[in-house]
T-cell receptor, first 113, second 113 residues
Framework: EPEVTQTPSHQVTQMGQEVILRCVPI?????FYWYRQILGQKVEFLVS????????KSEIFDDQFSVERPDGSNFTLKIRSTKLEDSAMYFC???????????FGSGTRLTVV | QKEVEQDPGPLSVPEGAIVSLNCTYS??????FMWYRQYSRKGPELLMY????GNKEDGRFTAQVDKSSKYISLFIRDSQPSDSATYLC?????????????FGKGTLLTVNP
């Protein structure tokens, strides 16, 4: 089955620093999502991205967050000035299409200290 | 009332037992229902995807949806130690490729040999 690849697997950063999380989606997919999961909490929707534009974002996805497709294949999630409460697992995902559901990446664990 | 509620467990069963996992929801607009399995610090993996009310079976797994009661279930027959994981229910208002998921908090299952 096609995979969604995320790097790094673990990132530790100091509060106030910028972080960039990277994802290589299933090739040729136009739809793309970012979710996050704070330890012990639900997986939460952050943003959906379609054809190089944000199509929907949650209230979590404030001005500190941005998503880009810098080179036509990779996707990035940038947090400009990290806060302690940004510590979480961040997952990117592609929809599976007709068969339903998503393929999730293995996630990036972000720790803000 | 939370949009999706799921008993977090933990649930511990002996190998070979039948496992029943459940979620309730409040938003009657949800039409598509999924179950994901998540191993520790990994991305969710799709197990079952169903549309509207009814049953769906795939090997040892059976998903049931009762929209009138806003209640979904996942049954695992002949449970194995390898089934030990966190099981997440998820649902969406639309299908295809452009939709966001709303997750339950997950139920931690341990199957003891």
């Amino acid at each position: 089955e096609p995979e969604v690849t995320q790097t790094p697997s673990h990132q530790v950063t100091q509060m106030g620093q910028e972080v960039i999380l990277r994802c290589v989606p299933i090739s040729n997919h136009l739809y793309f999502y970012w979710y996050r999961q704070i330890l012990g909490q639900k997986v939460e929707f952050l943003v959906s991205f379609y054809n190089n534009e944000i199509s929907e974002k949650s209230e979590i996805f404030d001005d500190q967050f941005s998503v880009e497709r810098p080179d036509g294949s990779n996707f990035t999630l940038k947090i400009r000035s990290t806060k302690l409460e940004d510590s979480a697992m961040y997952f990117c995902a592609n929809p599976k299409g007709a068969s339903g559901g998503y393929t999730f990446g293995s996630g990036t664990r972000l720790t803000v200290v | 009332q939370k949009e999706v509620e799921q008993d977090p467990g933990p649930l511990s069963v002996p190998e070979g037992a039948i496992v029943s996992l459940n979620c309730t929801y409040s938003n009657s607009a949800f039409q598509y229902f999924m179950w994901y399995r998540q191993y520790s610090r990994k991305g969710p993996e799709l197990l079952m995807y169903t549309y509207s009310s009814g049953n769906k079976e795939d090997g040892r797994f059976t998903a049931q949806v009762d929209k009138s009661s806003k209640y979904i279930s996942l049954f695992i027959r002949d449970s194995q130690p390898s089934d030990s994981a966190t099981y997440l229910c998820a649902m969406s208002q639309s299908g295809g490729s452009n939709y966001k998921l709303t997750f339950g908090k997950g139920t931690l299952l341990t199957v003891n040999p």
